[in-house]
Every structure is written in structure tokens, then in C-alpha cells.
């Protein structure tokens, strides 16, 4: 019976380890080199490949071996090349920190500006709580919670 190059793969395909077996298998004059292999280490994405269906095995092995490294290479230190703030003119400064301590609220300056909540009094931090919690009774702000 006649078998398809298809039919010749391994069913189904375990992950990187088998990716990387298919490319040697048919570019044998290649050198098994850490430059030739740059997804090496990505084992990870294929965690869970047992647990897919066919189909979704199938589209998962079609998106990684639509990956071009050369390209993502490139797009990457481009984006680094992009966001680079001093080669734009962009200067990044601490926070100024404001002083609670003084008999008037400190005036905030341009830019970023920093509380430290240990070093508010605890007066001062209980009407500020008061007045937020008030603020929201009344809709006219949000809590955010960050943990």
C-alpha cells in the first residue's frame, strides 16, 4: 500500500523534542548547535500537548512551525531599539516624595510624586480614609485593591 509523507510522521508529535527530531530527520547537514536551535528551552509550551485534541495538536504544531526566530529576533530588539527613552530625549527621575510633616499640604510638583503612608501622621490618614470612603458612598470615586 502506498504511504503518504504524512502517514510517515510520528502520531502523535510529542512536544519539541519531536519537532526537533523532524528537522534533523530531513535537514541532516545541519549542525545540532545552540544558535541552529534558538526555541530550544521552550519544552513548556508543550506541557499540556497530550491533553489536546487532534485538531487543536494540529494547529499548535502548525503555529510553531510557522515561527520564524529570525523574525521575532528582529521585532524584539527593534521594540527594544523603539522604547529606548534616553536616545529619544526622555529622561526618567525619581519621584519627588512629599512631606506631610509641614503645617500646610505640600504643593506637588510636575511629574511624579510619592506619599509615603508611614510617614503621614495617623490623624491625617484617618480623615483621608473618611473622606475616600465618603466619596465612594456618594459614586463620586472608585476603590482599587492591588495585591
Sequence with gaps: MFRSFRDS??????????????????????????????????EH?????EQ???????????????IRVEDATA???????????????ISLEAPFVLNWDLKKPPAPRKGANLTVLADVPDWKRQVWRDMGLELYHKGKTAIVILS
Excluded at 523532524?22 to 544558535?35: A, G, S, V, W, Y
Excluded at 509550551?45 to 500537548?49: E, I, N, P, S, W
Design 9 to 42: 510522521l510520528p502520531k502523535p508529535l510529542q512536544g519539541l523534542a519531536a519537532c526537533t527530531e523532524l528537522i534533523t530527520k530531513f535537514r541532516p547537514e545541519e549542525k545540532k548547535d545552540e544558535e541552529e536551535y534558538p526555541l530550544e528551552g521552550q
Design 45 to 49: 509550551v508543550f506541557t499540556f500537548y
Design 52 to 66: 489536546l485534541t487532534e485538531e487543536e495538536q494540529g494547529e499548535l504544531d502548525a503555529d510553531f512551525d510557522s
Design 75 to 89: 521585532a524584539f530588539h527593534h521594540s527594544i531599539d523603539k522604547n529606548n527613552l534616553a536616545a529619544q530625549g
